[in-house]
């Protein structure tokens, strides 16, 4: 299979079908928030995403901008409290 680029991480990635028949990106090491098994990588965030979709590296900063968000609000509650 030709593999194609992954636009958040950039690597040669083969597509998949999933069970809902659309072509997703393969699971591979990239740009992530969660480990990847036991290897020193993170899994990337567009693992499993539509290879169709144009907005990955936009949803991707936006999800990493609410989690961090988040960690400072915990942080600030933690210290006031």
Not at 39 to 64: L, Q
Request: proline letters at 2%.
């Amino acid at each position: 299979m030709n593999k194609i680029k992954c636009p958040l991480c950039h690597r040669g990635v083969e597509s998949i079908i999933n069970k809902q028949d659309q072509q997703v990106f393969q699971k591979h090491i990239g740009l992530g928030l969660w480990k990847y098994g036991q290897s020193k990588g993170n899994i990337c965030w567009a693992s499993f995403k539509r290879i169709e979709r144009t907005d990955i590296p936009e949803i991707y900063k936006k999800e990493v901008e609410f989690w961090n968000n988040e960690l400072k609000r915990i942080r600030e509650l933690r210290w006031n409290s």
